[in-house]
T-cell receptor
Framework: AQTVTQSQPEMSVQEAETVTLSCTYD???????LFWYKQPPSRQMILVIR??????QNATENRFSVNFQKAAKSFSLKISDSQLGDAAMYFC??????????FGKGITLSVRP | KAGVTQTPRYLIKTRGQQVTLSCSPI?????VSWYQQTPGQGLQFLFE???????NKGNFPGRFSGRQFSNSRSEMNVSTLELGDSALYLC????????????FGPGTRLTVL
């Protein structure tokens, strides 16, 4: 079984600043994948970034990057140069031997102009 | 390519009724997964269909069922609706490879009165 924990329910960042969203996970599987999804107020869930557990290199996608610490089972998302459009709920998720996504509770990110 | 579509977007039902939700995956995708999103429980996996067969199942009562057609479109049915079934129901599609990313539709907002 997999568990994903997002302990911060809310965060706020100033526009153009950098923010880091935390996530920890637990799994007994050796091969798994980690994701960050964004859900804006319109409710469409969008993939932000994904990380294969077997890869040591941290994934990056434009202004979004992750800090993947496999031994610590930590998977944080860094958003650089925050924009107003980044305001949303962010979910950390994992999959393992099957394709079922296990989600954290999510964190609401607000961006101050 | 067109994204994942879900119909209807909004539904209002009364207790005891049944409801059917529909999901059309991205063209070429053969896997459809269903998730329930509520403020209290967060995002929970219902089931996954791949090539017209249920491949994975979450911990939901038998009132929740689904099916998939030969064109990969999927339907989810909830019978004998309860107030607690009020939720946003999201479907996600992927190629079906366990390593593949899931892409979400906009969801169906179900309200049970």
């Amino acid at each position: 079984a997999q568990t994903v924990t997002q302990s911060q329910p809310e965060m706020s960042v100033q526009e153009a600043e950098t923010v880091t969203l935390s996530c920890t996970y637990d799994t007994s599987e050796s091969d798994y994948y980690l994701f960050w999804y964004k859900q804006p107020p319109s409710r469409q869930m969008i993939l932000v970034i994904r990380q294969e557990a077997y890869k040591q290199q941290n994934a990056t996608e434009n202004r979004f990057s992750v800090n993947f610490q496999k031994a610590a089972k930590s998977f944080s998302l860094k958003i650089s140069d925050s924009q107003l459009g980044d305001a949303a709920m962010y979910f950390c998720a994992s999959t393992g031997a099957n394709s079922k996504l296990t989600f954290g509770k999510g964190i609401t990110l607000s961006v101050r102009p | 390519k067109a994204g994942v579509t879900q119909t209807p977007r909004y539904l209002i039902k009364t207790r005891g009724q049944q409801v059917t939700l529909s999901c059309s995956p991205i063209s070429g995708h053969r896997s459809v997964s269903w998730y329930q999103q509520t403020p209290g429980q967060g995002l929970q996996f219902l089931f996954e269909y791949f090539s017209e067969t249920q491949r994975n199942k979450g911990n939901f009562p038998g009132r929740f069922s689904g099916r998939q057609f030969s064109n990969s479109r999927s339907e989810m049915n909830v019978s004998t609706l309860e107030l607690g079934d009020s939720a946003l129901y999201l479907c996600a599609s992927s190629t079906g490879l366990l390593t593949d990313t899931q892409y979400f539709g906009p969801g169906t907002r179900l309200t049970v009165l």
